[in-house]
Protein backbone atom coordinates (compact mmCIF):
# COMPACT_ATOMS: atom_id res chain seq x y z
CA UNK A 1 0.00 0.00 0.00
CA UNK A 2 1.70 3.08 -1.03
CA UNK A 3 1.77 5.79 1.84
CA UNK A 4 2.71 8.82 -0.67
CA UNK A 5 0.17 10.37 -0.04
CA UNK A 6 0.25 14.37 0.95
CA UNK A 7 0.14 15.41 4.64
CA UNK A 8 -2.53 17.54 5.37
CA UNK A 9 -1.85 20.68 6.85
CA UNK A 10 -1.06 20.88 10.57
CA UNK A 11 -4.54 22.50 12.19
CA UNK A 12 -3.88 26.24 13.90
CA UNK A 13 -2.57 26.08 17.32
CA UNK A 14 -0.42 28.14 19.74
CA UNK A 15 3.26 27.11 17.67
CA UNK A 16 1.59 28.20 14.63
CA UNK A 17 0.62 31.43 15.74
CA UNK A 18 3.88 32.18 17.72
CA UNK A 19 5.61 30.85 14.29
CA UNK A 20 3.40 33.56 12.42
CA UNK A 21 4.10 36.23 14.34
CA UNK A 22 7.77 35.22 14.45
CA UNK A 23 7.72 35.39 10.59
CA UNK A 24 5.57 38.73 10.69
CA UNK A 25 7.70 40.51 12.63
CA UNK A 26 11.07 39.67 10.97
CA UNK A 27 12.70 37.61 13.66
CA UNK A 28 13.32 34.87 11.37
CA UNK A 29 13.13 34.66 7.79
CA UNK A 30 12.39 30.80 7.92
CA UNK A 31 12.19 28.30 9.80
CA UNK A 32 14.05 25.60 10.96
CA UNK A 33 12.86 22.74 13.27
CA UNK A 34 14.24 19.32 15.00
CA UNK A 35 13.07 15.82 15.96
CA UNK A 36 15.88 14.72 18.59
CA UNK A 37 15.57 10.98 19.06
CA UNK A 38 17.58 9.19 21.99
CA UNK A 39 18.22 5.60 19.57
CA UNK A 40 17.88 3.67 22.77
CA UNK A 41 14.72 2.21 21.83
CA UNK A 42 11.81 2.26 19.29
CA UNK A 43 10.26 5.11 18.79
CA UNK A 44 6.48 5.05 20.06
CA UNK A 45 2.66 6.52 19.01
CA UNK A 46 3.78 9.27 21.23
CA UNK A 47 7.04 10.22 19.10
CA UNK A 48 4.46 10.53 16.30
CA UNK A 49 2.78 13.59 17.61
CA UNK A 50 6.29 14.92 17.83
CA UNK A 51 7.33 14.10 14.03
CA UNK A 52 4.00 15.23 13.16
CA UNK A 53 4.40 18.57 15.01
CA UNK A 54 7.61 19.15 14.45
CA UNK A 55 8.10 17.90 10.65
CA UNK A 56 4.62 19.36 9.72
CA UNK A 57 5.01 22.88 10.73
CA UNK A 58 8.50 23.00 8.76
CA UNK A 59 6.69 22.09 5.81
CA UNK A 60 3.43 24.24 6.00
CA UNK A 61 5.73 27.50 6.85
CA UNK A 62 7.98 26.42 4.73
CA UNK A 63 10.98 25.49 6.57
CA UNK A 64 12.99 22.60 7.06
CA UNK A 65 12.97 20.18 9.92
CA UNK A 66 16.06 18.39 11.31
CA UNK A 67 16.34 14.27 12.43
CA UNK A 68 19.14 14.79 14.95
CA UNK A 69 19.90 11.44 17.21
CA UNK A 70 21.12 12.73 20.94
CA UNK A 71 23.25 9.72 20.87
CA UNK A 72 25.27 10.71 23.99
CA UNK A 73 25.20 7.42 26.06
CA UNK A 74 26.79 4.91 24.04
CA UNK A 75 25.91 2.30 26.64
CA UNK A 76 21.95 2.25 26.08
CA UNK A 77 22.40 3.40 22.19
CA UNK A 78 22.20 0.77 18.89
CA UNK A 79 22.28 1.00 15.63
CA UNK A 80 19.07 -1.30 15.27
CA UNK A 81 17.49 1.75 16.94
CA UNK A 82 18.72 4.33 14.91
CA UNK A 83 17.57 2.52 11.59
CA UNK A 84 14.05 1.87 12.75
CA UNK A 85 13.93 5.89 13.90
CA UNK A 86 14.73 6.54 10.17
CA UNK A 87 12.33 3.77 9.08
CA UNK A 88 9.55 4.80 11.45
CA UNK A 89 10.05 8.80 10.42
CA UNK A 90 9.70 8.13 6.77
CA UNK A 91 7.03 5.58 6.93
CA UNK A 92 4.68 8.16 8.74
CA UNK A 93 5.30 10.21 5.64
CA UNK A 94 8.04 13.18 6.33
CA UNK A 95 11.62 13.44 5.03
CA UNK A 96 14.18 15.29 6.63
CA UNK A 97 16.75 15.60 3.34
CA UNK A 98 20.43 16.48 4.05
CA UNK A 99 19.65 17.35 7.40
CA UNK A 100 20.22 14.28 9.62
CA UNK A 101 22.65 14.96 12.27
CA UNK A 102 23.93 13.26 15.60
CA UNK A 103 24.78 15.15 18.68
CA UNK A 104 27.93 13.45 18.48
CA UNK A 105 29.01 15.43 15.62
CA UNK A 106 29.18 18.17 18.17
CA UNK A 107 31.31 16.13 20.35
CA UNK A 108 34.60 18.38 20.63
CA UNK A 109 32.62 21.50 20.13
CA UNK A 110 30.48 20.48 23.26
CA UNK A 111 34.23 19.81 25.23
CA UNK A 112 35.43 23.01 24.07
CA UNK A 113 32.83 24.74 25.52
CA UNK A 114 32.47 22.85 28.76
CA UNK A 115 36.50 23.56 29.39
CA UNK A 116 35.11 27.64 28.38
CA UNK A 117 32.60 27.25 31.65
CA UNK A 118 35.22 26.02 33.42
CA UNK A 119 37.56 28.97 32.43
CA UNK A 120 35.14 31.42 33.35
CA UNK A 121 34.62 29.69 36.80
CA UNK A 122 31.08 28.04 35.91
CA UNK A 123 31.79 24.92 36.22
CA UNK A 124 33.88 21.91 38.27
CA UNK A 125 34.68 18.83 38.53
CA UNK A 126 32.80 16.34 41.36
CA UNK A 127 34.17 13.86 43.69
CA UNK A 128 30.63 12.82 45.23
CA UNK A 129 28.99 9.56 44.48
CA UNK A 130 25.60 9.74 43.11
CA UNK A 131 24.40 9.02 46.39
CA UNK A 132 25.90 11.77 48.31
CA UNK A 133 25.27 14.56 45.34
CA UNK A 134 21.24 13.39 45.49
CA UNK A 135 21.73 14.12 49.60
CA UNK A 136 23.39 17.21 48.63
CA UNK A 137 20.91 18.25 46.04
CA UNK A 138 17.87 19.13 48.72
CA UNK A 139 14.39 18.92 48.16
CA UNK A 140 11.54 20.69 46.58
CA UNK A 141 10.78 23.06 49.90
CA UNK A 142 15.02 22.69 51.36
CA UNK A 143 17.69 24.52 49.67
CA UNK A 144 20.82 22.45 48.45
CA UNK A 145 24.23 22.23 49.97
CA UNK A 146 27.18 23.14 48.35
CA UNK A 147 30.17 20.60 47.37
CA UNK A 148 33.51 20.55 49.09
CA UNK A 149 34.81 20.47 45.82
CA UNK A 150 32.97 23.11 44.27
CA UNK A 151 35.39 25.34 45.38
CA UNK A 152 38.39 23.65 43.09
CA UNK A 153 40.32 26.25 41.13
CA UNK A 154 40.16 26.72 37.93
CA UNK A 155 43.97 24.97 37.01
CA UNK A 156 42.26 22.36 39.04
CA UNK A 157 39.75 21.60 37.44
CA UNK A 158 40.90 22.05 34.12
CA UNK A 159 43.59 18.96 34.65
CA UNK A 160 41.13 16.85 36.29
CA UNK A 161 38.17 17.24 33.37
CA UNK A 162 41.54 16.74 30.51
CA UNK A 163 42.50 13.65 32.54
CA UNK A 164 38.67 12.48 32.90
CA UNK A 165 38.74 12.74 28.89
CA UNK A 166 42.31 10.80 29.06
CA UNK A 167 40.54 8.04 30.67
CA UNK A 168 42.10 7.96 34.08
CA UNK A 169 39.49 7.65 35.88
CA UNK A 170 36.89 4.30 36.12
CA UNK A 171 33.20 4.72 35.30
CA UNK A 172 31.17 7.20 38.23
CA UNK A 173 34.56 8.22 39.65
CA UNK A 174 34.06 11.90 38.59
CA UNK A 175 31.53 14.32 37.07
CA UNK A 176 31.55 17.69 35.50
CA UNK A 177 29.49 20.38 37.17
CA UNK A 178 28.28 23.54 36.22
CA UNK A 179 28.13 26.33 39.38
CA UNK A 180 24.88 27.55 38.88
CA UNK A 181 23.19 27.87 42.34
CA UNK A 182 22.22 25.22 45.10
CA UNK A 183 19.61 27.45 46.62
CA UNK A 184 17.57 27.91 43.48
CA UNK A 185 14.15 26.85 43.61
CA UNK A 186 14.37 25.13 40.58
CA UNK A 187 16.46 21.76 41.40
CA UNK A 188 17.17 21.55 37.49
CA UNK A 189 19.48 24.69 38.00
CA UNK A 190 21.13 23.05 41.42
CA UNK A 191 24.78 22.91 39.94
CA UNK A 192 23.33 20.14 36.86
CA UNK A 193 25.59 17.37 35.94
CA UNK A 194 27.32 18.19 32.65
CA UNK A 195 29.27 14.93 31.82
CA UNK A 196 30.01 11.43 33.56
CA UNK A 197 32.46 9.02 32.03
CA UNK A 198 31.42 6.20 30.53
CA UNK A 199 33.85 3.21 29.08
CA UNK A 200 31.72 2.11 26.43
CA UNK A 201 31.98 1.50 22.76
CA UNK A 202 29.61 4.09 20.71
CA UNK A 203 27.85 3.50 17.76
CA UNK A 204 28.93 6.86 15.87
CA UNK A 205 32.59 7.59 17.29
CA UNK A 206 33.56 4.05 18.65
CA UNK A 207 36.33 4.26 21.32
CA UNK A 208 37.02 7.78 20.78
CA UNK A 209 35.75 9.37 23.71
CA UNK A 210 34.95 7.83 27.51
CA UNK A 211 33.00 11.23 28.91
CA UNK A 212 29.70 11.99 27.27
CA UNK A 213 27.80 14.98 27.55
CA UNK A 214 24.28 15.01 29.89
CA UNK A 215 21.17 15.77 27.63
CA UNK A 216 20.66 19.04 28.81
CA UNK A 217 24.11 20.18 28.16
CA UNK A 218 24.20 18.63 24.35
CA UNK A 219 20.71 19.63 22.98
CA UNK A 220 20.53 23.47 23.36
CA UNK A 221 23.59 23.72 22.42
CA UNK A 222 23.10 21.35 19.29
CA UNK A 223 20.07 23.60 18.92
CA UNK A 224 22.73 26.38 18.37
CA UNK A 225 25.35 24.88 16.21
CA UNK A 226 22.27 23.81 13.43
CA UNK A 227 20.67 27.34 13.69
CA UNK A 228 16.97 25.72 15.02
CA UNK A 229 14.45 28.48 15.44
CA UNK A 230 11.81 26.89 17.37
CA UNK A 231 12.92 23.95 19.82
CA UNK A 232 9.75 22.30 20.29
CA UNK A 233 9.64 19.70 22.63
CA UNK A 234 6.81 17.95 25.56
CA UNK A 235 5.65 19.72 28.57
CA UNK A 236 8.17 17.72 30.78
CA UNK A 237 11.00 19.84 29.53
CA UNK A 238 9.10 22.99 30.75
CA UNK A 239 11.15 22.93 33.82
CA UNK A 240 14.71 22.76 32.32
CA UNK A 241 14.18 25.53 30.02
CA UNK A 242 16.06 27.60 32.58
CA UNK A 243 18.65 26.04 32.05
CA UNK A 244 18.69 25.56 28.54
CA UNK A 245 18.95 29.29 28.55
CA UNK A 246 21.19 29.45 31.54
CA UNK A 247 24.28 27.64 29.05
CA UNK A 248 23.15 29.77 26.10
CA UNK A 249 23.48 32.79 27.71
CA UNK A 250 27.19 31.65 29.64
CA UNK A 251 28.36 30.33 25.98
CA UNK A 252 29.45 31.85 22.98
CA UNK A 253 26.93 30.16 21.23
CA UNK A 254 26.69 30.98 17.16
CA UNK A 255 22.55 31.48 17.38
CA UNK A 256 19.95 31.99 19.91
CA UNK A 257 16.98 29.03 19.73
CA UNK A 258 13.94 29.45 21.65
CA UNK A 259 12.25 26.23 23.49
CA UNK A 260 8.75 26.15 23.36
CA UNK A 261 6.83 23.09 25.28
CA UNK A 262 3.48 21.34 23.85
CA UNK A 263 1.66 18.82 26.05
CA UNK A 264 2.60 14.91 25.53
CA UNK A 265 0.43 12.41 24.04
CA UNK A 266 -1.05 9.92 27.32
CA UNK A 267 -2.68 7.28 25.41
CA UNK A 268 -5.09 5.07 27.62
CA UNK A 269 -4.51 1.18 28.05
CA UNK A 270 -0.52 1.54 26.79
CA UNK A 271 2.39 2.35 28.54
CA UNK A 272 4.84 4.96 26.76
CA UNK A 273 7.61 4.36 29.39
CA UNK A 274 10.79 3.05 27.09
CA UNK A 275 11.76 1.68 30.50
CA UNK A 276 8.84 -0.64 30.79
CA UNK A 277 8.39 -1.22 27.06
CA UNK A 278 12.02 -2.88 27.27
CA UNK A 279 11.16 -4.73 30.28
CA UNK A 280 7.76 -5.98 28.23
CA UNK A 281 10.26 -6.92 25.34
CA UNK A 282 13.18 -8.30 27.80
CA UNK A 283 10.62 -10.54 29.67
CA UNK A 284 9.00 -12.22 26.50
CA UNK A 285 5.56 -10.70 27.95
CA UNK A 286 5.53 -9.82 23.79
CA UNK A 287 7.41 -11.00 21.22
CA UNK A 288 9.55 -8.23 20.20
CA UNK A 289 9.40 -4.26 19.78
CA UNK A 290 7.52 -4.83 16.63
CA UNK A 291 4.54 -7.09 18.63
CA UNK A 292 1.50 -5.74 16.87
CA UNK A 293 0.14 -5.24 20.80
CA UNK A 294 3.11 -2.68 20.93
CA UNK A 295 2.58 1.01 20.80
CA UNK A 296 5.34 1.40 18.88
CA UNK A 297 5.52 2.60 15.22
CA UNK A 298 7.13 -0.66 14.10
CA UNK A 299 4.41 -2.66 16.41
CA UNK A 300 1.15 -0.42 14.93
CA UNK A 301 2.44 -0.72 11.32
CA UNK A 302 2.95 -4.30 11.37
CA UNK A 303 -0.42 -4.83 13.11
CA UNK A 304 -1.49 -3.14 9.89
CA UNK A 305 -2.43 0.80 11.05
CA UNK A 306 -1.63 3.11 8.37
CA UNK A 307 0.29 6.16 8.77
CA UNK A 308 -2.50 8.08 7.38
CA UNK A 309 -4.66 6.84 10.00
CA UNK A 310 -1.45 8.26 12.64
CA UNK A 311 -1.30 11.34 10.95
CA UNK A 312 -5.40 12.17 11.08
CA UNK A 313 -5.27 10.39 14.70
CA UNK A 314 -2.34 13.29 15.62
CA UNK A 315 -3.84 15.96 13.59
CA UNK A 316 -7.90 14.98 15.28
CA UNK A 317 -5.93 15.27 19.27
CA UNK A 318 -4.33 19.10 18.50
CA UNK A 319 -1.67 20.87 20.41
CA UNK A 320 -2.48 21.99 23.18
CA UNK A 321 -0.40 22.94 26.56
CA UNK A 322 -2.40 21.20 29.09
CA UNK A 323 -1.85 17.20 29.18
CA UNK A 324 -4.82 15.47 29.12
CA UNK A 325 -5.29 11.33 28.25
CA UNK A 326 -6.75 10.48 24.63
CA UNK A 327 -9.21 7.36 24.56
CA UNK A 328 -7.80 4.54 22.63
CA UNK A 329 -11.04 4.56 20.70
CA UNK A 330 -9.99 7.46 19.27
CA UNK A 331 -7.23 5.93 17.48
CA UNK A 332 -9.00 3.04 16.66
CA UNK A 333 -11.57 5.22 15.05
CA UNK A 334 -9.11 7.06 13.03
CA UNK A 335 -7.90 3.68 11.35
CA UNK A 336 -11.26 2.71 10.92
CA UNK A 337 -12.15 5.62 8.82
CA UNK A 338 -8.50 5.36 6.61
CA UNK A 339 -9.57 1.27 6.16
CA UNK A 340 -12.87 2.08 5.05
CA UNK A 341 -12.12 3.86 2.45
CA UNK A 342 -8.77 1.37 0.91
CA UNK A 343 -9.15 -1.54 2.15
CA UNK A 344 -11.17 -4.40 -0.48
CA UNK A 345 -13.02 -6.73 1.05
CA UNK A 346 -13.46 -10.50 1.30
CA UNK A 347 -15.32 -12.70 3.57
CA UNK A 348 -13.54 -15.10 5.88
CA UNK A 349 -14.81 -17.74 7.92
CA UNK A 350 -12.50 -17.84 11.49
CA UNK A 351 -14.85 -20.44 13.54
CA UNK A 352 -15.88 -22.09 10.93
CA UNK A 353 -19.10 -24.45 10.80
CA UNK A 354 -19.88 -26.86 8.10
CA UNK A 355 -23.02 -26.59 5.86
CA UNK A 356 -24.54 -28.76 3.48
CA UNK A 357 -26.78 -27.34 0.69
CA UNK A 358 -29.03 -30.95 0.11
CA UNK A 359 -30.61 -29.53 -2.96
CA UNK A 360 -27.28 -28.19 -4.81
CA UNK A 361 -25.71 -30.77 -7.37
CA UNK A 362 -22.56 -32.64 -6.08
CA UNK A 363 -19.70 -31.80 -7.93
CA UNK A 364 -21.27 -28.50 -9.60
CA UNK A 365 -19.18 -25.03 -8.49
CA UNK A 366 -20.32 -21.84 -9.73
CA UNK A 367 -18.73 -18.51 -9.43
CA UNK A 368 -20.08 -14.88 -8.10
CA UNK A 369 -19.06 -11.67 -8.54
CA UNK A 370 -18.26 -9.49 -5.50
CA UNK A 371 -17.15 -6.06 -5.52
CA UNK A 372 -13.94 -5.14 -3.91
CA UNK A 373 -15.68 -2.54 -2.10
CA UNK A 374 -18.94 -1.48 -2.00
CA UNK A 375 -19.12 2.33 -2.69
CA UNK A 376 -16.53 2.03 -4.83
CA UNK A 377 -16.92 0.68 -8.18
CA UNK A 378 -13.66 1.52 -9.68
CA UNK A 379 -11.59 -0.56 -7.18
CA UNK A 380 -12.92 -3.64 -9.51
CA UNK A 381 -14.25 -7.23 -7.97
CA UNK A 382 -13.10 -10.99 -7.51
CA UNK A 383 -15.13 -14.13 -8.09
CA UNK A 384 -15.98 -16.08 -5.30
CA UNK A 385 -16.85 -19.72 -5.65
CA UNK A 386 -19.92 -21.68 -4.71
CA UNK A 387 -20.52 -25.38 -4.04
CA UNK A 388 -22.56 -27.81 -2.62
CA UNK A 389 -20.47 -27.76 0.54
CA UNK A 390 -19.68 -24.67 2.50
CA UNK A 391 -18.69 -23.08 5.78
CA UNK A 392 -20.11 -20.33 7.57
CA UNK A 393 -19.14 -18.47 11.19
CA UNK A 394 -20.37 -20.75 14.08
CA UNK A 395 -21.86 -17.68 15.52
CA UNK A 396 -24.33 -17.68 12.44
CA UNK A 397 -25.99 -20.50 13.64
CA UNK A 398 -28.22 -20.75 16.46
CA UNK A 399 -30.31 -23.66 17.08
CA UNK A 400 -32.71 -22.11 19.42
CA UNK A 401 -32.92 -18.46 18.67
CA UNK A 402 -33.04 -15.24 20.86
CA UNK A 403 -35.93 -12.68 19.31
CA UNK A 404 -34.02 -10.56 16.60
CA UNK A 405 -31.72 -13.09 15.66
CA UNK A 406 -31.97 -12.52 11.72
CA UNK A 407 -28.98 -15.08 11.12
CA UNK A 408 -29.38 -18.81 10.60
CA UNK A 409 -31.83 -20.20 12.07
CA UNK A 410 -33.67 -23.92 11.79
CA UNK A 411 -36.93 -23.39 9.21
CA UNK A 412 -35.73 -19.94 8.38
CA UNK A 413 -34.33 -18.36 5.49
CA UNK A 414 -30.82 -16.54 5.13
CA UNK A 415 -28.61 -14.56 2.13
CA UNK A 416 -25.38 -16.19 1.69
CA UNK A 417 -23.94 -13.21 0.41
CA UNK A 418 -23.29 -12.73 -3.39
CA UNK A 419 -24.96 -16.23 -3.89
CA UNK A 420 -28.58 -17.79 -2.92
CA UNK A 421 -30.99 -17.81 0.15
CA UNK A 422 -30.91 -21.06 1.85
CA UNK A 423 -33.36 -22.08 4.88
CA UNK A 424 -32.12 -24.25 6.93
CA UNK A 425 -33.69 -28.10 7.41
CA UNK A 426 -31.62 -29.65 10.07
CA UNK A 427 -28.72 -30.08 12.19
CA UNK A 428 -25.91 -33.23 13.01
CA UNK A 429 -24.87 -33.16 16.79
CA UNK A 430 -21.74 -35.29 17.70
CA UNK A 431 -21.98 -37.32 20.89
CA UNK A 432 -21.98 -35.09 23.39
CA UNK A 433 -24.50 -32.67 21.57
CA UNK A 434 -22.72 -30.24 20.10
CA UNK A 435 -23.61 -29.09 16.28
CA UNK A 436 -21.19 -30.21 13.39
CA UNK A 437 -23.15 -29.73 10.82
CA UNK A 438 -25.96 -27.73 9.46
CA UNK A 439 -28.17 -29.14 6.29
CA UNK A 440 -29.79 -26.73 3.70
CA UNK A 441 -31.49 -26.41 0.83
CA UNK A 442 -31.31 -23.45 -2.03
CA UNK A 443 -33.74 -22.05 -3.82
CA UNK A 444 -31.86 -21.54 -7.27
CA UNK A 445 -34.04 -18.70 -8.38
CA UNK A 446 -32.41 -16.22 -5.72
CA UNK A 447 -29.19 -15.86 -7.86
CA UNK A 448 -27.40 -13.31 -6.85
CA UNK A 449 -29.33 -12.85 -3.27
CA UNK A 450 -32.92 -11.91 -4.48
CA UNK A 451 -35.92 -13.54 -4.15
CA UNK A 452 -37.77 -13.72 -7.35
CA UNK A 453 -41.41 -13.42 -5.44
CA UNK A 454 -40.02 -10.40 -4.29
CA UNK A 455 -40.00 -11.77 0.00
CA UNK A 456 -37.89 -9.82 2.17
CA UNK A 457 -35.40 -11.79 3.45
CA UNK A 458 -33.78 -10.12 7.25
CA UNK A 459 -30.21 -11.63 7.13
CA UNK A 460 -27.18 -11.91 5.18
CA UNK A 461 -24.55 -14.14 6.38
CA UNK A 462 -20.88 -14.36 4.85
CA UNK A 463 -19.62 -17.72 3.59
CA UNK A 464 -16.96 -19.94 1.99
CA UNK A 465 -16.83 -22.77 0.12
CA UNK A 466 -15.26 -26.31 1.77
CA UNK A 467 -13.37 -27.22 -1.62
CA UNK A 468 -11.99 -23.87 -2.04
CA UNK A 469 -11.10 -22.17 0.50
CA UNK A 470 -7.55 -21.46 1.73
CA UNK A 471 -6.98 -23.02 5.20
CA UNK A 472 -4.98 -19.77 7.61
CA UNK A 473 -3.84 -18.88 11.34
CA UNK A 474 -5.42 -15.48 12.22
CA UNK A 475 -4.38 -13.35 15.03
CA UNK A 476 -7.36 -11.29 16.47
CA UNK A 477 -5.66 -8.87 18.82
CA UNK A 478 -6.61 -6.59 21.11
CA UNK A 479 -5.67 -3.84 24.22
CA UNK A 480 -2.28 -5.00 25.55
CA UNK A 481 -4.02 -3.68 29.02
CA UNK A 482 -7.14 -4.05 31.02
CA UNK A 483 -6.99 -0.83 32.37
CA UNK A 484 -6.98 2.55 30.99
CA UNK A 485 -4.03 3.82 32.96
CA UNK A 486 -1.50 0.33 33.83
CA UNK A 487 0.71 2.95 34.90
CA UNK A 488 -0.93 3.81 38.16
CA UNK A 489 0.42 0.43 38.88
CA UNK A 490 3.84 1.61 38.83
CA UNK A 491 6.43 -0.70 39.03
CA UNK A 492 3.60 -3.03 38.75
CA UNK A 493 2.27 -2.25 35.80
CA UNK A 494 2.26 -5.99 34.95
CA UNK A 495 -0.83 -6.45 36.47
CA UNK A 496 -3.23 -5.14 34.60
CA UNK A 497 -1.63 -6.92 31.47
CA UNK A 498 -4.81 -8.29 29.28
CA UNK A 499 -4.86 -12.16 29.07
CA UNK A 500 -7.22 -11.92 26.05
CA UNK A 501 -4.70 -9.57 24.33
CA UNK A 502 -4.46 -12.01 21.26
CA UNK A 503 -6.02 -14.73 20.23
CA UNK A 504 -4.55 -17.07 17.73
CA UNK A 505 -7.04 -19.12 15.04
CA UNK A 506 -5.25 -21.68 13.20
CA UNK A 507 -8.56 -23.09 11.49
CA UNK A 508 -9.64 -20.18 9.60
CA UNK A 509 -11.16 -20.91 5.95
CA UNK A 510 -10.90 -18.06 3.49
CA UNK A 511 -11.66 -17.38 0.31
CA UNK A 512 -8.50 -18.62 -2.14
CA UNK A 513 -7.89 -14.75 -3.93
CA UNK A 514 -6.31 -14.30 -0.08
CA UNK A 515 -3.19 -16.70 -0.63
CA UNK A 516 -0.38 -14.13 -2.46
CA UNK A 517 -2.33 -10.94 -1.14
CA UNK A 518 0.41 -8.02 -0.91
CA UNK A 519 1.70 -7.69 2.63
CA UNK A 520 0.88 -4.01 2.28
CA UNK A 521 -2.55 -4.37 1.33
CA UNK A 522 -5.36 -4.12 4.19
CA UNK A 523 -8.83 -6.22 3.46
CA UNK A 524 -11.95 -5.88 5.29
CA UNK A 525 -13.14 -9.13 6.02
CA UNK A 526 -16.39 -8.86 5.64
CA UNK A 527 -18.97 -8.58 9.44
CA UNK A 528 -14.92 -9.48 11.27
CA UNK A 529 -13.25 -6.57 10.91
CA UNK A 530 -10.15 -4.95 9.20
CA UNK A 531 -6.82 -7.69 8.76
CA UNK A 532 -3.43 -7.68 6.75
CA UNK A 533 -1.09 -10.07 6.16
CA UNK A 534 1.76 -10.57 9.38
CA UNK A 535 4.78 -9.14 6.56
CA UNK A 536 6.95 -11.00 9.02
CA UNK A 537 5.34 -14.83 9.82
CA UNK A 538 3.47 -15.14 6.33
CA UNK A 539 4.98 -17.44 3.31
CA UNK A 540 4.02 -17.66 -0.39
CA UNK A 541 0.58 -19.28 -0.23
CA UNK A 542 0.52 -19.47 3.44
CA UNK A 543 -0.65 -15.82 4.87
CA UNK A 544 -1.07 -15.13 8.53
CA UNK A 545 -3.89 -12.69 8.93
CA UNK A 546 -3.44 -10.03 11.74
CA UNK A 547 -6.25 -8.36 12.99
CA UNK A 548 -5.84 -4.58 13.01
CA UNK A 549 -9.29 -3.41 14.39
CA UNK A 550 -12.65 -4.85 14.95
CA UNK A 551 -15.36 -2.70 12.35
CA UNK A 552 -16.89 -1.10 15.63
CA UNK A 553 -15.70 -0.07 19.07
CA UNK A 554 -16.64 -3.16 21.15
CA UNK A 555 -14.21 -2.59 23.53
CA UNK A 556 -16.67 -1.17 26.22
CA UNK A 557 -18.64 -4.26 25.92
CA UNK A 558 -16.92 -6.46 26.57
Not at 376 to 398: A, C, N, W, Y
Not at 490 to 503: H, T
Amino acid sequence: MSTESTPTPVANNFLRTIIEDDLKSGKHTSIVTRFPPEPNGYLHIGHAKSICINFGLARDFGGCCHLRFDDTNPAKEEMEYIESIKESVRWLGFDWGTHMYCASEYFEQLYQWAEYLIQQGKAYVEDLTADEMRAYRGTLTEPGKESPWRSRSVDENLDLFRRMRAGEFADGAKVLRAKIDMASPNINLRDPVLYRIIHATHPHVGDAWCIYPMYDFTHGQSDAIEGITHSICTLEFEDHKPLYEWFLDNLPVPSRPRQYEFARLNLTYAVMSKRKLHELVNLGIVSGWDDPRMPTLMGIRRRGYTPEAVRAFCEMIGVGRSDSWIDMSILEECVRADLNERAPRAMAVLRPLKVVVDNYPEGQAEEFDAPNHPQKPEMGSHRVTFSRELFIEQDDFMEEPPKGFFRMTPGSEVRLRYAYIVRCTGVVKDENGAIIEVHCEYDPASRGGSAADGRKIKGTIHWVSRAHAMDAEVRLFDRLFSDPNPDRGGADYKQFLNPLSVEVIGTAKLEKSLADADLETRFQFERQGYFRPDPVDSQPGKPVFNRIVTLRDVWTKK
